[in-house]
């Protein structure tokens, strides 16, 4: 994903990179999105590579999780779907080659990596947002499809450009197509969201030309110009899915994650300053219409530029997308794997990211954040990783709350209970009463205040746990002999509506005997 932005450019001369001053630290805000890009087309980040066997990528996967779990990542955009194939088993496209070897061929029986995904990630307090690639049909000319590939059942809902087979967007029956390979895995899986990346119409090559003037002259839906006619095309998909999506699960979420750039001041009054490639123009998607008509809840700008960038200042960018939120959320995605690239000075100063977290959070229409890719938290990025460990993700958070989708909080849990056994602090307690809604608890929050604390829910470093199960029980192992600690559970709602507190309940942890 998400390299493109080397077309976005122009050619610019680097300035000498100037270290911005560091605002003053702040303890971290309690609702934050902190996510990551997980990518599977060409094994990026997972599987390491095709054909593993299926205790090799489970392992993988949880290794992954894990570290992200320790530098404080929130949400999995796992990507499901990169090439019209797929990483799970109850779906329309056959299995995915970078998954098995061999598209179609499908791994172990009993094995669904979604499936799996999934109850990792919740177990963990960590989204599950399933990444497609909505009109990417294949990654070359070369690679055998399988028999069972949509290029094969219908070639002429597809056209080639730089050597990939892309679907005609202006078809009516394409957009049918995606929407219901969707409605698959949101009427098959229990994932918190639907994700798009970028890719929609594709990134200009020079020399090609998108071949779809036939489609354009059979379904013009009253455009005379193929521009704007591509735009409504990528429109009518969006809505499509926002509508089709939230009529089947109204908890789960929709989000985009554009190109960095919208439209850029000389060409539009209302862009930005900016002078790069552009969405609007170049990839004929609109993506301010989306949060402006309220197809998207959140929009997930790549902001794939540092500070100093001329064309493109990433705090100028960061500014625009926050003005133009329309009551939705704005997550900036950052180029983590930039960090240390020799291209750009800016990006082998080690505070160039934890820096735009900072600006970010001064903002209060901006909600968060996702990184390109996994990988890159652990090898170019490491520094990156370490940050949000050590600081700027040091306590946990919950995913920001959509008042447009659910604002109605669960009940609080029954009956909560703490006892100090040999093994540690146990905890117990049973369901909340179902609210006004109807809900009861999809999830937990566990709270731990040392003797003489501020009992309040409020502060995150006061949170011990967090799960997206509704598992009745917890054994806190950390507890210090000796020490006196009250203990509060809330509730969660499917959209992390949190409840009021059960408790508190106070617990004393004996001396150990010698």
């Given amino acids: ?42 094994n990026i980040d997972w599987p390491s ?33 990169p090439a019209a194939d797929a990483f799970y088993a109850k779906g329309r496209e056959p299995w995915s080659q970078w998954l098995t070897g061999k598209q179609g061929l499908a791994p172990a029986p009993g094995y669904d990596p979604l499936e799996f995904a999934i109850k990792e990630a919740h177990f963990r307090g960590m ?44 078809i009516p029956d394409v957009r049918q197509y995606i929407t219901q390979v969707i409605l698959d895995v949101v009427r098959n899986y229990d994932v918190d969201g639907i994700h798009f990346d970028d890719y929609f119409y594709p990134y200009p090559i ?21 521009k704007d006619w591509r735009r409504n095309n990528v429109d009518l998909l969006i809505k499509m899915v926002d509508d089709s999506v939230h009529h089947y699960k109204k908890y789960v979420k929709f989000g985009i994650s554009p190109f960095g750039i919208w439209r850029n001041k ?14 609007f123009a ?36 960061l500014n625009w997308w926050s003005n133009n939120a329309y009551g939705r959320h704005v997550y900036v995605g950052h180029a983590a794997y930039l960090i240390n690239s020799r291209a750009e000075a800016a990006w082998r100063n080690p505070s160039e990211i934890p820096n735009q977290i900072r600006a970010l959070r001064e903002n209060s229409r901006i909600q968060g954040s996702v990184y390109f890719s996994s990988k890159s938290l652990s090898t170019v990025g490491r520094s990156l990783g370490d940050s949000l460990k050590m600081d700027l993700y040091k306590y946990p958070a919950l995913p920001p709350q959509m008042p447009w989708l ?72 950390t507890a210090e002999n000796g020490k006196r600690y009250s203990y509060m559970v809330t509730a969660l709602d499917r ?19 010698e």
């Fill in 282 to 317: 170049e990839l004929y998607a609109d993506s301010r219409k989306w949060i402006k008509e309220g197809w998207v809840d959140y929009i997930n700008p790549q902001i794939y530029f540092h500070f100093s960038k001329k064309v493109a200042p990433f705090g100028v960018l």
């Fill in 127 to 170: 989204e599950l947002h399933a990444w497609f690639n909505p009109y990417r049909a294949s990654m070359n000319v070369i690679t055998r499809l399988s028999d069972d590939h949509i290029t094969k059942k219908h070639p002429e809902w597809f056209f080639t450009y730089g050597g990939k087979k892309q679907f005609d967007p202006g």
């Fill in 206 to 226: 020079e020399g090609q030309r998108i071949d779809d003037g036939s489609t354009f002259y059979k379904y013009p839906n009253n455009f005379s110009d193929i």
């Fill in 266 to 279: 000389y060409e539009d009054p209302e862009g930005s300053e900016s002078r790069g490639l552009s969405n």
């Fill in 1 to 42: 994903m998400l390299r493109n932005f080397l077309y976005a450019v122009l050619s610019i001369t680097i300035l000498p990179y100037i270290l911005n001053a560091q605002p003053i630290s702040k303890i971290a805000p309690k609702r934050e999105f902190r996510g990551v890009w997980v990518a599977t087309v060409t």
């Fill in 406 to 477: 659910d604002e109605t909080p669960p009940n609080e849990p029954q009956l909560l209970t703490a006892d100090a056994l040999k093994d540690g602090v146990h905890l117990n307690w049973q369901m909340p009463l179902k609210a006004k809604d109807g809900e009861t608890a999809a999830g937990f929050v566990i709270y731990r205040f040392a003797e003489g604390e501020k009992i309040s829910i409020l502060d995150p470093k006061n949170i011990l746990r967090i799960c997206f199960e509704n598992y009745l029980s917890f054994i806190d192992t």
């Fill in 495 to 513: 959209l992390k509506n949190e409840s009021e507190p059960s408790g508190p309940v106070g617990v004393e942890i004996p001396l150990a005997k």
């Fill in 49 to 81: 590579r095709p054909g593993l066997t299926v205790d090799q990528q489970k392992q993988e996967l949880i290794g992954i999780l894990e570290r992200h779990k320790a530098q404080g990542i929130n949400a999995i955009l796992l990507q499901v779907r």
